[in-house]
């Protein structure tokens, strides 16, 4: 769990980081908006939860529907005030994604994006070596730069011939 202050939880707080556990991405809804990493803060103010969130990335039109969720998951729970805030900066990075949820993805059939890499591909306009989440093989190749959704690409594996998505890294 991310947050972006140093200050030692308290149990409510820690309350609610439980609640958003139960959040799920509209669009990939075997990760928590905790596991994505969107959830950057929990707080109080005046007795009531303020959520801070980040956006995958500024188009995001999954954003509305989390920030509804999150509110009705914690109004459920009792806190009749949520208040959800959406900040742009520091701009939202696959590396604040969880382990969990990267082999969640993984499990899901969708491979995870890379952890930050010494890998000078990208530079060259390479595509990354991927694992494929069906057999494990990284005999991949890029199909299309955008799968079922836009943070997404589609790829195929050679050696099972499954296709997936990956999750790009940003």
């Known amino acids: 769990m991310t947050a972006t202050t140093d200050h030692k939880r308290t149990e409510r707080e820690d309350a609610v980081w439980t609640l958003l556990e139960e959040v799920k991405d509209p669009e990939v809804p075997v990760l928590s908006v905790v596991d994505l990493g969107i959830v950057r803060n929990v707080s109080f103010e005046d007795g009531e939860p303020l959520v801070t969130i980040t956006p995958t990335y500024s188009g995001c039109p999954a954003m509305n529907m989390i920030e509804t969720e999150i509110i009705a998951a914690l109004k459920k729970a009792g806190y009749p005030g949520v208040d959800v805030k959406t900040v742009l900066s520091p701009a939202w990075t696959t590396d604040w994604m969880s382990e969990a949820g ?35 093989s990284t005999d991949t190749r890029k199909i299309s730069e955008f799968g079922s959704t836009a943070c997404k690409a589609h790829y195929v594996c050679n050696s099972c011939l499954e296709p997936f998505d990956y999750f790009k890294c940003i």
């Open 102 to 136: 990267r082999r969640k993805l993984e499990d899901y059939g969708i491979a995870p994006p890379a952890h930050a890499t010494t890998d000078k591909r990208a530079l060259l306009g390479e595509d990354p070596v991927l694992r494929c989440p069906h057999c494990g």
